[in-house]
């Protein structure tokens, strides 16, 4: 009589495993962390490592990575080309200049992101968009951080793919892991180990990353070290690798804003490791709110452009897998086209109509998904080694569309906060960054404050 019962609880000890650190149909999904992911080609150095041009010295983990085969002075937004150079290449991203390309094998990389949303429930999403070749993962955990590279040992978790401690992101695929339990505050930071036994860099296939993430991340010495809470610490990054997004399980009320857009978005020239990029202070914003959840999600990319390739895709090319399909997306803010504007100099092509018809295409492919859109204005530039007369003309056309034609459901007019208000078409002195392009740390906050945090 007493094996009835004892049958029946291995029985829903048996429905119930399979179910193990997967979602429940009941669940909300949101976005608490993302980034814009680029291609990054392979360049091969002496050695076969890949090896670029160097770093200044004084600050060598705030540029991004670059390509191997990159000029030692590109032309980027935070070192726009003279009349005398060529079109620009891709971009930098941070202070300095740019190291040498990361290139990982047998290692394990320790990736740190800022979530905005909280939770007790995530999952990981890693991407090889870009690559031609399978990427292997080893092993892979998530933590919370202690401080540099140390994490808190009682929260280390490990990472699952159907089950599996291992995972392989095929050639332009996306893999989502197993749900994670534990508990993460809102506005900290999470910890990512990816181990990567085979070589990332190092062969033929491009590497899908972020350049210029504005933040540390670790390279271990040789092996697996993912989730050890002091991790042998061999290099730093200033990218993230194949780390696509961070999700959250949230109540049903809650969303996630995109912030669309090039340098000034990514937070080009702010303090690495501060989190002081404009979205950084909108997301505290938002979630001292506390309710509705909001996640904000940074698809800034260095160097970007609405009608152009170059540093990315452009934005009308990636506008689908950076805003449209990303966890519970709500609502998006667009910030692009200074430097179609810039690279153009006194190219009267694109012109501002060509700009106003690239945006129209971005909140048309945002309405039919249901999004609220809003627009921002561009920021002043004069001082700028790419700008000209011609150039602010158009700056101040599309400016005037964006804040008077109501095709936004909502303008967020950043020209306004950030500039002098004794010469308009420059910086605040107070928030220029000193290349009169991108806002420094105080400018950055000046923007994120200056949201109406009613639009969410």
């Known amino acids: 009589m007493r094996l009835k019962p004892l049958l029946a609880c291995a029985l829903a000890l048996f429905v119930t495993l399979p179910a193990l650190g997967q979602s429940r149909s009941s669940d909300r999904w949101v976005a608490s962390w993302a980034t814009a992911l680029v291609a990054r080609p392979v360049g091969q150095g002496p050695g076969g490592r890949g090896q670029g041009p160097a770093a200044p010295a004084a600050q060598p983990a705030a540029p991004a990575a670059a390509p191997g085969n990159a000029p030692a002075t590109p032309a980027t937004p935070s070192n726009p080309p003279t009349a005398a150079t060529a079109a620009p290449a891709p971009p930098g991203g941070g202070r300095g200049g740019f190291p040498a390309p990361v290139t990982i094998s047998n290692q394990t990389i320790r990736q740190v992101v800022r979530v905005s949303v909280g939770g007790d429930r995530l999952r990981v999403v890693l991407s090889n968009a870009f690559g031609t070749a399978p990427v292997d993962i080893g092993a892979a955990h998530v933590a919370l951080r202690d401080r540099d590279s140390m994490v808190n040992a009682g ?6 793919f159907s089950g599996s401690t291992t995972g392989r992101i095929l050639p332009g ?5 197993d749900v994670v339990e534990l508990a993460v505050p809102p506005v900290s930071d999470l910890v990512v180990d990816l181990y990567l036994p085979g070589d990332l860099g190092l062969g033929p296939s491009p590497v899908t990353t972020h350049n210029g993430a504005s933040q540390t991340n670790y390279l271990s010495a040789t092996g697996n070290h993912s989730g050890t809470p002091a991790m042998t610490v061999e290099r730093t990054a200033g990218a993230w690798f194949l780390l696509s997004r961070v999700e959250m399980a949230a109540a049903r009320e809650a969303g996630a804003v995109v912030t669309f857009g090039d340098s000034i978005t990514d937070g080009a020239r702010s303090t690495t490791d501060m989190n002081s990029r404009w979205p950084d202070y909108l997301a505290r914003r938002l979630a001292a709110r506390k309710r509705p ?3 904000v999600l940074n ?8 009608l152009g ?8 090319a990636r506008f689908d897998r950076d805003v449209l399909m990303q966890t519970g997306v709500t609502h998006v803010i667009v910030m692009e086209g200074i430097n179609d504007i810039g690279l153009a100099r006194t190219n009267p092509n694109p012109s501002a109509p060509d700009l106003i018809a690239g945006h129209k295409q971005l909140i048309e492919r945002a309405r039919a998904r249901g999004l609220k859109v809003y627009g921002a204005t561009l920021t002043p530039f004069k001082g700028a080694a790419y700008w000209t007369a011609e150039g602010e003309a158009k700056r101040q056309a599309l400016n005037e ?10 303008v967020i007019d950043f020209d306004q906060v950030t500039r002098d208000p004794a010469a308009p078409t420059k910086f605040l002195p107070a928030y220029d960054s000193g290349d009169h392009l991108h806002p420094g740390d105080a400018g950055y906050k000046a923007m994120g404050e200056a949201v109406d945090l009613k639009l969410f």
């Not at 390739?309 to 009308?316: H, I, N, Q, T």
């Open 155 to 160: 929260s280390v978790k490990p990472v699952t």
């Open 173 to 177: 695929a996306t893999v989502v892991s």
């Open 293 to 295: 959840a909001i996640g």
């Open 299 to 306: 698809a800034g990319i260095s160097g970007n452009q609405v």
């Open 309 to 316: 390739d170059g540093a990315g895709v452009s934005a009308l």
């Open 401 to 410: 569309w964006i804040r008077t034609s109501k095709a936004y459901d909502a």
